[in-house]
T-cell receptor, first 117, second 114 residues
Framework: GAVVSQHPSWVICKSGTSVKIECRSL??????MFWYRQFPKQSLMLMAT?????????EQGVEKDKFLINHASLTLSTLTVTSAHPEDSSFYIC?????????????FGAGSRLTVL | DQQVKQNSPSLSVQEGRISILNCDYT??????FLWYKKYPAEGPTFLIS?????DKNEDGRFTVFLNKSAKHLSLHIVPSQPGDSAVYFC?????????????FGTGTLLAVQP
């Protein structure tokens, strides 16, 4: 079955540094990937839609200069949290749509837990 | 503005009984609905979906019901098993296109007691 791999699964960084999270579709090509963020006891909030070969589409309220998304190939999208602050600490999850899976069925990565000190 | 709502943050059910998880939505443009299951520190996994042209979809122990007029859907799990204990998210989308985004509810933590 289709697999989405996310790396790292857990990262701690100092305030002011940047952190890159990778999302890979291991056995299928994904022209579109989605980045979500989840705060404790809250819903998955869509941050942005990552489009291969073009600019990402950000949801309202999400700072595109802070959360840099690059989708340079059909199997890799990256999210870079720039100048991270403690309030950026969260669980970040990427997803991609499986080919021939039926509409809107997303396969999610295992998520990346970011803790900013 | 929470377009997809799961008003019960948690639910506890005895093993073998029915679990009913509810979800309400406000956007009448939504026409495709899904349920995802999530374990701690893992990404959600797809469970079952339903199109707005249907009012019921069944897959083994899982059945999703959709009431469009009430903008309400529910997930029934019967019989419930301890391994079903997880957070369940409902999600909605305004179409079936590849780029249509999913809007998730806040989740319901299901605990199935042995």
């Amino acid at each position: 079955g289709a697999v989405v791999s996310q790396h790292p699964s857990w990262v701690i960084c100092k305030s002011g540094t940047s952190v890159k999270i990778e999302c890979r579709s291991l056995d299928f090509q994904a022209t579109t990937m989605f980045w979500y963020r989840q705060f404790p006891k809250q819903s998955l909030m869509l941050m942005a839609t990552s489009n291969e070969g073009s600019k990402a589409t950000y949801e309202q309220g999400v700072e595109k200069d802070k959360f840099l998304i690059n989708h340079a190939s059909l199997t890799l999208s990256t999210l870079t949290v720039t100048s991270a602050h403690p309030e950026d600490s969260s669980f970040y999850i990427c997803s991609a749509r499986r080919p021939r899976s039926g509409a809107n069925v997303l396969t999610f990565g295992a998520g990346s837990r970011l803790t900013v000190l | 503005d929470q377009q997809v709502k799961q008003n019960s943050p948690s639910l506890s059910v005895q093993e073998g009984r029915i679990s009913i998880l509810n979800c309400d939505y406000t956007n009448s443009m939504f026409d495709y609905f899904l349920w995802y299951k999530k374990y701690p520190a893992e990404g959600p996994t797809f469970l079952i979906s339903i199109s707005s042209i249907k009012d019921k979809n069944e897959d083994g122990r899982f059945t999703v019901f959709l009431n469009k007029s009430a903008k309400h859907l529910s997930l029934h799990i019967v019989p419930s098993q301890p391994g079903d204990s997880a957070v369940y998210f409902c999600a909605a989308s305004p179409g079936r296109g590849a780029t249509n985004k999913l809007i998730f509810g806040t989740g319901t933590l299901l605990a199935v007691q042995p």
